[in-house]
């Protein structure tokens, strides 16, 4: 099959790797139908985070083509979500719901399991890890907002869980990225009152107001914490949310955050130093991180099916299999928030 | 007034300050009946944070001798518990519960506002700042508890709820100290099933076991870390407190914490980092900081009252004003979890 294959930094090609087929009776193989990039490949896209050679991607939807012996609740034909990170189901961390801390778990297109940027994967742990969504026909804009659903959006709405996010809020978000848009609509999903985004790029800017920002903060660092606390009367946001995982975006979030109140992270770290004394004397929490997206999906996918929710906006990017690198490309260069990758059909 | 004066580290002497008087009507002057020394007076009693020199202590009940002509709801004659934070109640921090961050607010003995341990203390905000003890002829037994809600008992309440300790939890507690054992209390008195003590210290894992503890592990570092990782199954806990503030106890509290629970901490930082890839990749949360004992103190003092705990165990060293300075030297040498300094009587 072909597979968008990792060589080195700045250099993702498309490629060639075995058709997958079910080895263990817990499997399944998924025949892609879309697939996106994430803001965290582009960590080691640019160099700055290690990666395998080889196959990448892990957010994809598709439809069922083959299942295991001990599959059960899913047959060929259904179309289905694929979490960024697979899971048992069955061990203490996912019936706790945490399952990217499964102790059998992992992540697609990660250390030779399949990437999502192909045109099928190897999917294990197919019951525990997969949702099949219900209905058919489904609109391409439906489609694209499911797609989300493999990642950024849940990892938008766990940025404002992990947060406290309370209906009435005021709330701020760090970060312009698809996933600190995907935070602000989950925050206003939430019923937060007032959603305050930080960003100073007009496109980004106008789609978190279309996710329901209320106010938007062009400003950075301590200016930006200057404004912000301007604007909630010198006390500070009820719920910040930290959606970059850069030394600068944590320490803005604790600064403008409330005494009492809890900073919602969820950028992949690199540099973070967490300014303890803003913890310890302020009261000011931390909670977050790789976000439990198979719990999530559910409830989140029954909001894009009836129309409440549209996730798939932040996806301002097409191209097909044979562009993927143009795919990184773009996100790279800041010219798009999220990159879609079209692959196969329903 | 006779009050303990710090001279500098290692320099803590019996000496004569100002009698307190109203000077604004919002204050009331209390005459000290019994005082302690809090871990955290040891920082700079060891020269490691700096302190203004003048009077100390933060912790200590009393009766009410005077009130300005704005106070309601308390009167000369009445017993009254002071949390080591005054705050006027009124400002957006106080409102939402976080005293500790009133914008008008302080602490006892800093600053040139008098300490608890001196013979009486100028209180600023009385009426939100004390809590008088309803009921009278308390034993000296109830007193000694009813001293630890000023601070060590609301503290040790605050970590377990900043951990977020529910009823059946396995929880563990770092630090033997007298904040770490009031930790173990208000597990135990939150629910919590298993609540596994970090102590190699004889005399205090006998307390420990006193306030709830189910386990004791003497181990320290990564030893301890294996250890109640095999108590629990290979899990950690549902909820850690980390109850020292050194770079190692965060580290070990991380390390025992199971992905998705909260370390709850309460040490006043001294060289803390703390793990990021822990918080991110395992989503283990930080909460806590200075407790907001004004708002704890109505429903433990309740419990005192009833016999329901007993926290005054924590103090096992009892000395007088004269004796102040002994009260710290048995502190600093470990020969005591906490000093009591009788000053008064009701």
Redesign the interface.
Known sequence: MRAAIYHGPHAIALGERPDPTIQLPTDAVVRVVLACVCGSDLWYYRGESPHELGPIGHEFIGVVEEVGSDVRGLVRGDLVIAPFIFSDGTC??CR???M??CVAGGSFGNHGVDGGQGEAVRVPFAETTLVAVPGSGHSDETLRSLLTLSDVACTGHHAAL?ANVQPGNTVAVVGDGAVGLSAVLAAARLGAERVIALSRNPARQALARAFGATDVVPERGEEAVARVLELT?G?GVDAAMECV?TGQSMTTAFAIA???S?VG?????HG???P??R????????????A?ARRYIPELMADVLEGRMNPGLVLDFETDLEGVASAYEAMDQRRAVKSLIRIGTV
């Open positions: 203490a961390h706790a719901g945490w990217p801390s992990s009367g006390v995982g409330r005494p009492g809890i992270a969820v950028g992949a770290p973070v130093h967490v303890i004394e913890v310890i004397f302020s009261n000011i929490g931390l909670r977050g991180g790789v439990p």
